[in-house]
């Protein structure tokens, strides 16, 4: 499967591409995504092709409402009971969903959008269901929005003509009461596709069928909650095309290049050959006396990722806290600004992480300024996000080589306009999303950024994007515990030592995190995270040894 996530516009390029090129027509690409979203759904749900129900198909005033005229006249050739409804005129739709609506009227009615409509329709599958029910053979019947897809750029509809929130509701009474199976064509109606945002009263699906590629609203904020489960069906685009195109090039760090989904580590992050001294030397810096524990968690992460030499650096007063809880982790004495001057000295230090337990006061702030100094590859968490965040000299030195790692309120403070615009109310399509929030972040601070949550991006300042998201099957709620942050700090600072540039070291980081997360299972705690990275890694080597003989 694709690891893309685009945009409404850059499908639309997509598709626009290969059509221009005279390989593919409108209504052929249509007739693709209609047959192949009855196929999802008969993958998704068995029985369903076994036998045949009820459906109500719904239709828009676009391309998608196409869609939906073609999976309507597919589940009828295989026996279904189909109505369908259009809001909107069908002399107005475009000429391929026109000329599929007219293909349907040769097999059946379009509906009228109206109260009288809509009730004797609930009325009949209510009766209906009520027989089946005592035949034992309820929980058949499909609700197909094919409403609004990856097109919706605006709140959903609320006119008395159209009787929308009147409409609606009534037919997804029958989800909730009757078990009907509620299937989105590319996304459920009021969630903007580039962002997961919800335009206000937007649909929860059991199945979304989406084409070619996923979508970024279906990883990003609302998108999963209501996306339900998702299935990518391929209509025969080439994707290289969109490196073709405007919506494809990389013309600026904030033009909406292609994201990526992060579906697995960077191969290098297995650890292969060569000796300590090949894999890196991390220096982790700790808080005071009481405060170590943070800083240990990063700093055993790093470790456990592969760095050749981890180092914990902190104040005297935190020395034989240290001392006590680390054996293959070293341990230096670093009371201020100048000792760190000193301990940089040495080479053969390549990645720094600061944050974790280190604290706000003199001390830490003087660390965070001489780290920066240094110009090496520098993980930023936690306590220097918050100095950051008050400082604009400390924030002046930032630079290429760093790795900032906020979650939502500490990126709030770092960023306050650009968070601003994220937490605002999404009232049109394309809404600002996630995505665009962390380019311009990390554009702004010019590093790469990795901004945290069940969907997680990272940017960096030429406008590469990745996104590492822990929904769906990946979902690990478990992940929310105290110092899982320490450690995936940890993990990057660990990758960074071993030569992975700030986005991939971020990107990789993310996703073993998450892997890790998985293989453990609920009850986990932060210190369980890098001892379950062995069994993260000795499956990628299975699944690169497999496809090396496969």
Request: with cysteine.
């Amino acid at each position: 499967m694709s690891d893309l996530l685009l945009t409404a516009a850059q499908m639309r390029a997509l598709e626009a591409a290969a059509i221009e090129s005279g390989t593919i027509t409108g209504l052929e690409l249509m007739e693709r995504a209609g047959t192949g979203a009855v196929a999802a759904i008969e993958a998704e749900w068995p029985e369903l092709a076994a036998t045949p129900g009820r459906a109500v198909v719904l239709c828009g005033p676009g391309n998608n409402g196409g869609d939906g005229f073609v999976v309507a006249r597919v589940l009828a050739g295989k026996g279904w009971a189909v109505e369908v409804f259009l809001y909107g005129d069908a002399d107005k739709l475009p000429p391929d969903a026109r000329a599929n609506c007219e293909r349907w009227r040769e097999m059946g009615q379009i509906l009228a959008w109206d109260d009288v409509q809509v009730g004797n329709m609930v009325d009949a599958v209510y009766a209906e269901r009520g027989m089946r029910h005592e035949d034992g053979e309820a929980g058949s019947d499909l609700v197909i929005d094919a409403l609004f897809g990856i097109g919706q750029n605006r709140m959903m509809p609320d006119d008395t003509e159209q009787t929308w929130h009147g409409f609606v509701p009534s037919v997804f009474l029958t989800k909730s009461a009757l078990g009907t199976r509620y299937v989105a064509i590319d996304m459920p109606s009021g969630v903007c596709s580039d962002s997961g945002r919800n335009l206000e009263g937007a649909l929860e699906a059991h199945l979304t069928v989406t084409f070619q590629a996923a979508k970024l609203g279906q990883y990003l904020g609302d998108g999963p909650s209501h996306c339900g489960a998702i299935r990518v069906v391929g209509i025969g685009l080439r994707e290289a095309n969109l490196e073709c195109t405007g919506e494809g090039r990389r013309l600026s760090p904030l033009n909406g290049g292609i994201v990526r989904l992060v579906s697995t580590a960077d191969p290098s992050a297995v650890k292969l050959a060569g000796h300590k001294y090949d894999h890196g030397h991390a220096l982790v810096l700790a808080g005071g006396m009481g405060r170590t524990g943070a800083a240990r968690l990063a700093a055993r992460a790093a470790l456990r990722i592969g760095a050749g030499l981890v180092t914990v650096a902190a104040p005297g007063s935190a020395m034989m806290e240290c001392a006590a809880q680390l054996t293959a982790i070293m341990l230096r004495r670093c009371d201020d600004g100048v000792a760190l001057e000193a301990l940089l000295e040495d080479d053969r230090l390549s990645a720094l992480c600061l944050g974790p337990g280190l604290g706000t006061d003199a001390r830490a702030a003087g660390l965070v300024a001489t780290a920066l100094a240094a110009s090496h590859a520098t993980v930023l968490d936690a306590d220097a996000l918050t100095l950051i965040a008050g400082d604009d000299a400390l924030r002046g030195k930032l630079h290429d080589k760093c790795v900032l790692t906020p979650h939502g309120g500490e990126f709030a403070r770092l960023f306050p306009d650009i968070s601003a615009r994220l937490m605002a109310p999404a009232a049109t399509g394309p809404a600002f999303s996630k995505v665009d929030a962390t380019r311009e972040a990390a554009a702004e601070a010019g590093c790469t950024v990795l901004m945290k949550g069940p969907d997680t991006v990272i940017a960096d300042p030429s406008g590469r994007a990745s996104v590492n998201a822990a929904v769906y099957e990946r979902a690990a709620p478990w992940l929310a515990t105290a110092g899982a942050g320490d450690v995936l700090a940890g993990i990057i600072a660990g990758l960074l030592a071993r030569g992975l540039s700030p986005h991939d070291a971020a990107a990789a980081a993310a996703w073993l995190h998450v892997e890790a997360a998985r293989a453990f299972g609920p009850g986990l705690i932060a210190e369980d995270l890098p001892e379950t990275l062995p069994a993260v890694f000795r499956m990628l080597r299975a699944e690169t040894e497999a496809s090396r003989h496969g």
